[in-house]
């Protein structure tokens, strides 16, 4: 079945750093991929998407990068900041006309002041 | 942008009782509704989809009797959690699409207890 799998499970990094969080799902026909920012007891936020006809995009300090052929994709977050901590999810749409998302297992991010 | 209310955030019930959790979108029509569970430090699971109008469709190992859902109009979706047990004790979410806006637009999620 579809399957999305995200790494690493936590990542502390220096206030200034960059963060990388990495995502490999296995559906082929999966063709939408959305990040999500969820702080603790609260609802994740869509912080970034890319569609599978874009090889990248960028936000300011957020960008996401997608390579169909290895069904690979990145969040990659610059000059972090202390309120960049949070938990990162990644998604993959199961490309099934259900609009269903397999959601990744989470990252915990921890920027360091 | 679409919002997405959620009720109630929190709601403390006992062993054996039924609790109903609400979802509405406020300012767009959702075609489809999901509605997520989220135990502590780990992810969203995916309990069913609803369309507006059809049965709900469980993904495998959610018992459809105990999780009853209804999305009976293009703006609200309810969860029933019937004969709740501790084991329930989760973070229900819910989201919704219209299938045109990029993304899910999320609940604010309910705390479920089940004493």
């Known amino acids: 079945g579809e399957n999305v799998e995200q790494h690493p499970s936590t990542l502390s990094v220096q206030e200034g750093d960059s963060a990388v969080i990495k995502c490999t799902y296995s559906d082929s026909a999966s063709n939408y991929f959305p990040w999500y920012k969820q702080e603790l007891g609260k609802r994740p936020q869509l912080i970034i998407d890319?569609?599978?006809?874009?090889g990248e995009k960028k936000d300011q300090r957020i960008a996401v990068t997608l390579n169909k052929t290895a069904k690979h994709f990145s969040l990659h977050i610059t000059e972090t900041q202390p309120e960049d901590s949070a938990v990162y999810f990644c998604?993959?749409?199961?490309?099934?006309?259900?609009?269903?998302?397999?959601f990744g297992t989470g990252t915990r991010l921890k920027v360091l002041a | 942008g679409a919002v997405v209310s959620q009720h109630p955030s929190w709601v403390i019930c006992k062993s054996g009782t039924s609790v109903k959790i609400e979802c509405r979108s406020l300012?767009?029509?959702?075609?489809?509704m999901f509605w997520y569970r989220q135990f502590p430090k780990q992810s969203l699971m995916l309990m069913a989809t609803s369309n507006e109008g059809s049965k709900a469709t469980y993904e495998q190992g959610v018992e459809k009797d105990k999780f009853l859902i209804n999305h009976a109009s293009l703006t609200l979706s309810t969860l029933t959690v019937t004969s709740a047990h501790p084991e329930d004790s989760s973070f229900y979410i819910c989201?919704?699409?219209?299938?045109?806006?990029?993304?899910?637009?999320f609940g604010s999620g309910t705390r479920l207890t089940v004493v």
């Open positions: 300012d767009f029509q959702a075609t489809t």
């Open positions: 998604a993959a749409t199961w490309a099934s006309g259900t609009y269903k998302y397999i």
């Open positions: 989201s919704a699409t219209d299938r045109v806006i990029s993304g899910y637009t």
């Open positions: 890319i569609r599978s006809n874009v």
